[in-house]
């Protein structure tokens, strides 16, 4: 198996995630198994999960060699992102692969060379009658001009065999698309030029083939910024929330379609565009392995993708693999989701001098965090406050923006983006403005203008003079303790520390006004549910879950991945709680990051994703009745909590 190597932007975490749950997969199944990966920070490169690790750099001259000793009877390239899926076709272009007798299994290389290569798949779509963008495949700046004379600006510009979008843009003129092509061709061989789909929405669609041709799709994500930004730069919702269930239909359709035509096995991931008011639309991408929407869509479902799609690879049908989360369904079974998911990305640009702040189709974040709430107000207020960057929420009593920049600031898409739409919704802006200025779609604008109103009425109170109905509506969208404390009129400022928000948290229990805990059942109560994915909620009246006798300890992870705090708080995590269950201990972990191992099925008894606030970790250690709480091993996130919970 090849690993994806160093963590770079686009490639993180979700590899050593998908990485080990393979690993896992073919130990189940007796296979010794080769693992190909430098990242000494990784789980997957651990001593107790491949029977050889090569700490080697994943391309040809290295993996060779790896193969004219091991001698393997395959390779998996789905599990290592873009890396390990160039270094296979590089493998099988010299002649390596068949010199040495080993089969790429899963998703043959035909298909990758088909979803890699933007000409070739674009003829793939033409021919099987699936609408895709207007575009023509280069490979000079002459034929680029050329084509978006031919197409007419603007353009949008995708670079072949790329990572993270690298390399691609919007280009508005001739000036644009020159340093835009010059940039990407210098790093690949092809480009494509197509049409730019100005305000229509992306959809996703997660879908998961055997080999016998049976087909499901896992999961439909919806992004809340338009098309033209990259899907890891835009807040992302599970499942989608403004399709119709025609559009729904319609595009899970095609999707299987396509799939079956191309001849995936395994996991893929399709990326659509979609007219905001007609079913017209278009195939983007497919990207023929796990990938960061990947591991999104398996915490987010409760389905194991990475696992499962290890033992198709196999050569197991769907019927054949148990899900081993819910324990009583086969991996046939597609999830249903009874609750909000929502995936925000993390920047780090104000870490870097004369770096530009914008967001467009060239991956910039470095993480992302995960929320799950029971309405997307609540969940998105979560993933606010997951991102560690100071905010309480989606809405602050303070003033951030003035109103001459709220403009700018709405029509160009930056990090600030979501808070400044709070912020002019405050100002008595109508959804019908921001929508213009975003091509944001009105059902999310209206969502957000909910939440905004909420925080203007608790502004008219103090806090003993809050009501138990506006108390309970402020929670269930998502208000947190620190930002009610923040938000009710006081005569005097708000203290430093944890004092304000404590006060709060006093009257909202004297109010019995309590959070509850499910499950990610991903049969949405179909079966009874089996999972230790969980999540806190004031929407709802009864927990699905009681403390068990022993009480457990609690671990909390490291958040999101940012510079400076990384995969090696995962590794941390993860040898801490298999330590304290090694020493008998009952263990719960806390963390929002998707794309980590910390946050598998499988790392502990019970997982929370839930935020690494205060108010939180009070909440769960009470829930749970926790003996105990090890903040040591999630880097700094978790050791600012040392002292208040102390």
């Known amino acids: 198996m090849l690993g994806s190597g160093a963590l770079k932007i686009g490639?993180?975490?979700?590899?050593?995630?998908?990485?080990?749950?393979?690993?896992?997969?073919?130990?189940?199944?007796?296979?010794?198994?080769?693992?190909?990966?430098?990242?000494?920070?990784?789980?997957?490169?651990?001593?107790?999960?491949?029977?050889?690790?090569?700490?080697?750099?994943?391309?040809?001259?290295?993996?060779?060699?790896?193969?004219?000793?091991?001698?393997?009877?395959?390779?998996?390239?789905?599990?290592?992102?873009?890396?390990?899926?160039?270094?296979?076709?590089?493998?099988?272009?010299?002649?390596?692969?068949?010199?040495?007798?080993?089969?790429?299994?899963?998703?043959?290389?035909?298909?990758?060379?088909?979803?890699?290569?933007?000409?070739?798949?674009?003829?793939?779509?033409?021919?099987?009658?699936?609408?895709?963008?207007?575009?023509?495949?280069?490979?000079?700046?002459?034929?680029a001009l050329i084509a978006a004379e031919e197409i007419s600006y603007p353009v949008m510009v995708r670079a072949a065999y790329a990572l993270g979008g690298k390399g691609s843009g919007i280009a508005r003129d001739r000036q644009e698309l020159t340093a835009l092509a010059s940039t990407a061709l210098a790093n690949t061989p092809q480009i494509l030029v197509e049409e730019y789909l100005e305000g229509w929405k992306e959809i996703e669609y997660e879908v998961v083939r055997d080999s016998q041709d049976n087909c499901i799709t896992v999961c439909n994500m919806e992004n809340i910024d338009a098309l033209g930004i990259h899907t890891g730069?835009?807040?992302?919702?599970?499942?989608?929330?403004?399709?119709?269930?025609?559009?729904?239909?319609?595009?899970?359709?095609?999707?299987?379609?396509?799939?079956?035509?191309?001849?995936?096995?395994?996991?893929?991931?399709?990326?659509?565009?979609?007219?905001?008011?007609?079913?017209?639309?278009?195939?983007?991408?497919?990207?023929?392995?796990?990938?960061?929407?990947?591991?999104?869509?398996?915490?987010?479902?409760?389905?194991?993708?990475?696992?499962?799609?290890?033992?198709?690879?196999?050569?197991?049908?769907?019927?054949?693999?148990?899900?081993?989360?819910?324990?009583?369904?086969?991996?046939?079974?597609?999830?249903?989701?009874?609750?909000?998911?929502?995936?925000?990305?993390?920047?780090?640009?104000?870490?870097?001098?004369?770096?530009?702040?914008?967001?467009?189709?060239?991956?910039?974040?470095?993480?992302?965090?995960?929320?799950?709430?029971?309405?997307?107000?609540?969940?998105?207020?979560?993933?606010?406050?997951?991102?560690?960057?100071?905010?309480?929420?989606?809405?602050?009593?303070?003033?951030?923006?003035?109103?001459?920049?709220?403009?700018?600031?709405?029509?160009?898409?930056?990090?600030?983006?979501?808070?400044?739409?709070?912020?002019?919704?405050?100002?008595?802006?109508?959804?019908?403005?921001?929508?213009?200025?975003?091509?944001?779609?009105?059902?999310?604008?209206?969502?957000?203008?909910?939440?905004?109103?909420?925080?203007?009425?608790?502004?008219q109170f103090g806090l003993d003079e809050l009501s138990p109905d506006l108390f309970r509506r402020a929670k269930e969208l998502g208000f947190s303790d620190n930002q009610i404390s923040r938000s009710v009129r006081r005569s005097d400022p708000i203290p430093p520390g944890y004092g304000a928000s404590l006060e709060v948290r006093d009257r909202r229990e004297s109010l019995g006004i309590r959070p509850v805990v499910k499950q990610i059942d991903t049969l949405a109560a179909e079966y009874p549910a089996q999972t230790n994915f969980l999540y806190l909620t004031y929407n709802g009246t009864e927990s699905d879950v009681t403390p068990e006798e022993q009480s457990p300890v609690v671990v909390l992870g490291g958040g999101a991945y940012r510079i400076g705090s990384s995969v090696e708080f995962d590794w941390c995590a993860v040898n801490a709680v298999q330590s304290l269950a090694r020493a008998g201990h009952r263990t719960v972990m806390i963390n929002y990051n998707p794309e980590t191992v910390s946050t598998d099925y499988d790392s502990c008894d019970r997982l929370y994703f839930e935020e690494l606030s205060l108010e939180r970790v009070l909440d769960i250690v009470e829930l749970e009745r926790a003996q105990g709480v090890v903040i040591s091993v999630g880097g700094q996130i978790p050791n600012q909590l040392a002292v208040p919970l102390g």
């Not at 979700?14 to 393979?22: K, N, T, V």
């Not at 873009?82 to 299994?105: K, M, P, S, W, Y």
């Not at 609540?378 to 001459?404: D, N, P």
Request: glycine content about 6%.
């Open 233 to 459: 730069e835009s807040i992302v919702v599970a499942p989608s929330q403004t399709l119709s269930d025609h559009d729904y239909h319609h595009l899970r359709s095609i999707s299987i379609r396509l799939i079956r035509h191309l001849g995936v096995v395994g996991e893929c991931n399709v990326q659509f565009a979609l007219h905001p008011t007609s079913d017209e639309y278009r195939i983007i991408e497919v990207n023929a392995r796990l990938s960061r929407s990947s591991a999104l869509a398996s915490k987010a479902t409760g389905y194991p993708l990475a696992f499962v799609a290890a033992k198709l690879a196999l050569g197991y049908c769907l019927v054949d693999v148990p899900n081993s989360i819910t324990r009583v369904t086969a991996s046939c079974f597609e999830p249903a989701l009874d609750y909000c998911v929502i995936k925000m990305p993390r920047w780090d640009l104000k870490k870097f001098r004369r770096v530009s702040n914008l967001l467009g189709s060239e991956m910039k974040s470095v993480g992302e965090v995960m929320s799950i709430g029971r309405s997307f107000p609540e969940a998105l207020q979560k993933a606010c406050r997951m991102l560690g960057v100071g905010a309480h929420g989606l809405v602050s009593s303070r003033k951030h923006f003035e109103e001459g920049e709220l403009e700018q600031l709405l029509s160009v898409p930056t990090e600030e983006r979501i808070f400044a739409i709070g912020e002019a919704f405050k100002h008595n802006w109508s959804v019908e403005k921001i929508h213009q200025l975003t091509h944001i779609t009105s059902w999310f604008l209206a969502r957000v203008r909910e939440t905004v109103q909420c925080q203007l009425q608790i502004e």
């Open 11 to 143: 490639e993180a975490g979700e590899f050593d995630y998908s990485g080990s749950q393979a690993i896992k997969a073919l130990k189940e199944e007796g296979i010794t198994t080769i693992l190909v990966n430098p990242n000494i920070a990784t789980i997957q490169t651990s001593e107790n999960l491949a029977d050889e690790v090569y700490f080697l750099p994943v391309n040809v001259e290295f993996v060779e060699r790896v193969i004219e000793r091991e001698k393997p009877d395959g390779l998996l390239l789905s599990f290592g992102g873009q890396t390990a899926l160039n270094c296979g076709v590089e493998l099988d272009q010299e002649g390596i692969l068949e010199r040495h007798g080993v089969q790429v299994l899963g998703t043959p290389l035909e298909t990758i060379r088909t979803t890699e290569d933007r000409h070739l798949f674009a003829e793939v779509l033409r021919s099987i009658d699936l609408d895709t963008p207007r575009s023509f495949a280069c490979e000079d700046l002459e034929n």
